[in-house]
T-cell receptor, first 112, second 114 residues
């Protein structure tokens, strides 16, 4: 089946530290890949996406590259801020319904 | 603002009761998805509608049902509520069902069953 695995959290960093959140996937076809972010008390927001191998998605200083050979889509940011504290979800899509699969989420806390 | 609206924002009700959650998708989106988010089970896909028709069904209990109306808004009906149904319920919408389309999420309805 299709699945997404994320690194266990919570992740705690100091402001301006480098962030990596690992994400790997298993898919029966050729998925699109996404990162979503959920701030406290809010819904999920699309952070970035990539629809084919070697594509790099980027937004708000976050980046992730679609690596088909390692089935990975790791999220990175060079310098985190306190305002980046949230839960981050990696997801894949092969289309409808159950074919849009979310990982369990990684909670990030950034300390001033 | 994602353009997806959900009402109500909070709902407190008693066991055994029935509630209806409402969702309006982004303008132009034909697909609506419902998810349940709880602390111990993460984000669970419940059901998807596309242009008024049920497209996919996930881990939705028989006590729950949904529909999508001609104006594309959707309602999720939860009946015979149990304490374990307390959770955040999210609606999401997308243009269609192709793999390249991202989903846009509403702010959610927090349901508390007492």
């Amino acid at each position: 089946g299709n699945s997404v695995t994320q690194m266990e959290g919570p992740v705690t960093l100091s402001e301006e530290a480098f962030l990596t959140i690992n994400c790997t996937y298993t898919a029966t076809g050729y998925p699109s890949l996404f990162w979503y972010v959920q701030y406290p008390g809010e819904g999920l927001q699309l952070l970035l996406k990539a629809t084919k191998a070697d594509d790099k998605g980027s937004n708000k200083g976050f980046e992730a590259t679609y690596r088909k050979e390692t089935t990975s889509f790791h999220l990175e940011k060079g310098s985190v801020q306190v305002s980046d504290s949230a839960v981050y979800f990696c997801a894949l899509s092969l289309g409808d319904g159950q074919n849009f699969v979310f990982g369990p989420g990684t909670r990030l806390s950034v300390l001033p | 603002d994602s353009g997806v609206t959900q009402t109500p924002k909070h709902l407190i009700t008693a066991t055994g009761q029935r509630v209806t959650l409402r969702c309006s998708p982004r303008s132009g989106d034909l697909s609506v998805y419902w998810y349940q988010q709880s602390l111990d089970q993460g984000l669970q896909f419940l059901i998807q509608y596309y242009n008024g028709e049920e497209r996919a069904k996930g881990n939705i209990l028989e006590r729950f049902s949904a529909q999508q109306f001609p104006d594309l808004h959707s309602e999720l009906n939860l009946s015979s509520l149990e304490l374990g149904d307390s959770a955040l319920y999210f609606c999401a919408s997308s243009v269609g069902g192709a793999r390249i389309y991202e989903q846009y999420f509403g702010p959610g309805t927090r349901l508390t069953v007492t």
